[in-house]
């Protein structure tokens, strides 16, 4: 069954196998009809009769002529023509009767492996037995039509062994040429199927994965092929069109960076994994974002001599790889996601933790925050109202303005725990720096949108209506009640009382020990001491407001500045931990507040370069402690978001000089600073209840 298997060809015919016998049979009709006037050629030489050859030729050629016209499978005649081939050589040995006519048998072999070229087993073995039986029983009629001599039976035999010999080796050669070669259509078309099925799965994965996928080359030009999600987001990609232009209609920075980066990959002077990092990771698309990787395609070493010829223009790393420097990089594969809902989701779980850190400051102070709502609605509402008509024109001054009340709103949200609105104003800053210029409409309209959602959420936390209430302490209960009790003046009573509206030092001083405690915390600087001396005084909040809000710059550079390391303080003969001092008294008719640090003290040959860099003479200012005032100078090397700018300190010496104070500066390197800020006392200030009931209890005694 298997041998059967093997010499039958399969019965479906390719298109290919059809033309190609269809022409061949027609070849072989001809060829045949060619034999004529060579076997009455050979009848003549031998004198064995031409007319005879040209008859018995022509009786031949009956049979494939008709089959030709009548036989449609070209298979069946092929056969025949097989058939035909060996009559044709019966007669030529017949024909060529002399001392050359056992050469003749030559021409039964040459047919033979002729008949190899129809591609059909069948064909060679009818052959075979056309030639066998023609053998047999011509030498049994006519011995000498066969033989030129009188052959006996055992030479018949050998012939026929000859013949079998030869049918079998063509019976192979016929198959592997139709397996090979005819078949070879069946083979391209299992194989494109097969290809064609893996693109058809490649492609349903291409359409149902939620992931970008588009390749570009090295130049940046991108390939068809890509994710059906692609084409999703940004419409389908041209092939040859380059990735940065079709994406920078999108982002124009993404599209800029995209193509500066690609020439490091490009020049292979830098590892692949360090060139493909250099690459843009985010995509900025409306209120759409997309995080963006890359892979780098390489191929198979390729020999110098073949990429040479083949790429006149190989790009570095190409030719790097061509003289054995590994695999040649050809493409590279962008992987694009979509993570605006992941980002959003992020930016709704920070915001709820945002909301519970502000809960907790109400809880600790709620006092404080309702304080530090209402100054920093007053910066939004006067941020609001800058006009943008008005900011081409805008002068140095009035920038300068604007930007510490930024500065100083990033400050105090950071304090306490407005992450996100700090991180608009330090964005909004770091425009101004670069810019020079104000902020846009659109910029703007982040922060307002950003602070009127915090602030309604936390209206519906503490109320919509923020009042502070009168709060006592036991003592001050304790003290009315013994004062009432002995029969103080009442005059005296009334003023005491009238000044708990009056904010108490001590819980101004707490708030700010936390504050600090809490920056020396964000700036990795936990190692400190925070002592308070409040002396009991009392102040009227809404006056020194402006100050306490601009305070907290004073308080960050206290923390960034007077922090030294252990190591540093050891050294200097310092305690471990470094301590900072915030301190209210009164001294010769002047409320006075005093912050005050052992750090390493002010670095004023720093502040002096920084003031050189910006064109300001320093020799030309009246004291060095100017120095720490001007706009843009800081002792820091580079910006951070809680120090580096050189606003706070001019924002809050603008805060004191507007309530007709003074600032004092003292500060000694190795030893420490201390910053005092001292104002008028007036009735806004009281020197606490304590001293204020003993001296009326003494009057009445008296």
Same mark, same amino acid.
């Given at each position: ?25 027609? &070849? ?7 034999? &004529? ?434 709060? &006592? ?58 002592? &308070? ?170």
């Amino acid at each position: 069954m298997q041998l059967t298997k093997y010499l039958a060809l399969p019965r479906e015919m390719t298109p290919f196998e059809q033309r190609y016998l269809t022409r061949l049979n027609k &070849i072989a009709l001809i060829f045949s009809y060619l034999h &004529i006037p060579v076997l009455m050629a050979v009848a003549w030489v031998a004198g064995t009769g031409p007319l005879s050859a040209l008859v018995l030729s022509l009786v031949v050629m009956v049979g494939p002529t008709i089959a030709y016209r009548t036989i449609k499978h070209p298979r069946s005649l092929s056969v025949v023509y097989g058939i035909t081939a060996m009559l044709m050589g019966g007669l030529l040995v017949h024909f060529g009767q002399g001392p050359v006519q056992i050469e003749m048998h030559f021409y039964f072999f040459a047919l033979l492996a002729m008949l190899c070229m129809f591609a059909n087993p069948m064909v060679n073995i009818a052959a075979a037995v056309t030639v066998a039986l023609h053998h047999l029983i011509i030498w049994l009629i006519i011995p000498g039509s066969v033989f030129n001599y009188e052959a006996q039976w055992w030479v018949v035999l050998v012939h026929a062994a000859f013949v079998v010999l030869e049918t079998i080796a063509a019976c192979y050669i016929s198959r592997e040429f139709f397996d090979n070669v005819i078949g070879l259509e069946k083979i391209v078309q299992a194989r494109t199927a097969t290809i064609s099925e893996k693109q058809r799965d490649m492609r349903l994965i291409l359409d149902n994965v939620e992931t970008g996928l588009v390749t570009v080359d090295l130049e940046g030009r991108m390939s068809s092929e890509s994710s059906q999600v692609v084409e999703r987001w940004f419409g389908a990609p041209v092939a040859g069109e380059k990735l940065a232009a079709w994406l920078g209609k999108r982002d124009a920075n993404f599209g800029e960076w995209f193509e500066l980066a690609l020439e490091s990959v490009r020049d292979g002077m830098l590892p692949p994994e360090v060139a493909l990092g250099q690459l843009p990771k985010q995509l900025k698309d409306g209120d759409k974002t997309y995080s963006l990787a890359y892979q780098l395609i390489t191929s198979a070493q390729a020999a110098p001599e073949k990429l040479a010829h083949e790429h006149r223009s190989v790009p570095r790393p190409a030719a790097a790889a061509a003289a054995g420097a590994g695999p040649v990089p050809e493409k590279v594969l962008v992987i694009v996601t979509d993570i605006s809902e992941r980002l959003r989701k992020e930016a709704a779980e920070r915001y709820q933790a945002e909301l519970l850190e502000l809960f907790q400051h109400i809880m600790r102070d709620k006092a404080g925050f309702i304080e530090f709502l209402a100054e920093a609605e007053e910066i939004v509402g006067a941020l609001k109202g800058y006009k943008q008509e008005d900011q081409g024109r805008a002068k140095q001054n009035k920038l300068e303005h604007l930007n510490r009340l930024i500065h100083t709103l990033k400050g105090n949200s950071a304090i306490f725990g407005m992450r996100r609105l700090s991180g608009i104003c330090h964005e909004l800053e770091n425009h101004i720096a670069e810019e020079h210029r104000a902020p846009g409409a659109a910029e703007m309209a982040r922060l307002h949108q950003a602070w009127t959602q915090t602030r309604s959420d936390l209206g519906k936390l503490i109320g919509e209506h923020l009042q502070s209430s009168i709060e &006592i302490d036991d003592a001050d209960y304790q003290a009315i009640i013994k004062a009432v009790a002995d029969g103080v003046d009442a005059k005296v009573l009334v003023r005491l009382m009238e000044s708990w509206r009056l904010e108490p030092a001590g819980k101004r001083l707490a708030r700010i020990e936390q504050q600090i405690k809490g920056l020396a915390e964000r700036m990795g600087k936990s190692d400190v001491a925070v002592a &308070i001396e409040p002396h009991g005084l009392r102040f009227n909040s809404e006056r020194f407001a402006p100050f306490w809000s601009a305070f907290i710059h004073v308080l960050r550079n206290a923390v960034d500045h007077g922090i030294e390391d252990r190591e540093q303080r050891a050294k200097r003969g310092k305690p471990a931990r470094s301590l900072i001092k915030v301190s209210t008294r009164v001294e010769r008719e002047r409320f006075i507040v005093t912050v005050e640090d052992d750090g390493p003290g002010v670095d004023w040959e720093a502040l002096r370069t920084k003031a050189g860099q910006l064109g300001i003479n320093a020799a030309a200012l009246e004291k060095k402690e100017s120095l720490a005032f001007l706009p843009g100078v800081s002792s820091k090397s580079s910006v951070t978001e809680l120090s580096g700018r050189g606003i706070g300190m001019a924002a809050v010496r603008d805060a004191c000089e507007a309530l007709g104070g003074s600032v004092e500066i003292k500060s000694q390197s190795g030893i420490g600073t201390r910053v005092s800020f001292a104002f008028p006392k007036d009735k806004t200030v009281y020197e606490g209840h304590a001293a204020s009931l003993r001296d009326a209890a003494v009057k009445v005694a008296a």
